[in-house]
Nanobody, 128 residues
Framework: QVQLVESGGELVQPGGSLRLSCAAS????????IAWYRQAPGKEREGLLC???????????YYTNSVKGRFALSRDDAKSTVYLQMNDLNPNDTAVYFC??????????????????WGKGTQVTVSA
């Protein structure tokens, strides 16, 4: 069973930066996608960006244009961890951030068919 554990959420001031971590384990395939989603109070869950295990670089597939230029992904394969670097944060970025995964699909198909595994989320609050 795939397990995903997010960490790193906290209170940050507008304009600040934050790095979230997603520690993954239990994959039965070496072909999988890991994505970040978020859900703000009273809003639907929003897909942000994704990376696939077969990607040769850390350039993500963006699920929304709202975070392009501000959010980026990186990974440490030795630690089986994917990082979400968030810069120039604003109050609209306040949400619970989730890590999600799907085996056997590229990022755009993983989103289309739906992620199979989810972490419990980590709270990010952007406020002065």
């Amino acid at each position: 069973q795939v397990q995903l554990v997010e960490s790193g959420g906290e209170l940050v001031q507008p304009g600040g930066s934050l790095r979230l971590s997603c520690a993954a384990s239990g994959f039965t395939s070496n072909y999988y996608s890991i994505a970040w989603y978020r859900q703000a109070p009273g809003k639907e869950r929003e897909g942000l960006l994704c990376i696939n295990s077969k990607d040769k670089s850390d350039d993500p597939t963006y699920y929304t244009n709202s975070v392009k230029g501000r959010f980026a992904l990186s990974r440490d394969d030795a630690k089986s961890t994917v990082y979400l670097q968030m810069n120039d944060l604003n109050p609209n970025d306040t949400a619970v951030y989730f890590c999600a995964a799907k085996e056997g699909r590229a990022c755009y198909l993983a989103r289309h068919y739906g992620m199979d595994f989810w972490g419990k989320g980590t709270q990010v609050t952007v406020s002065a």
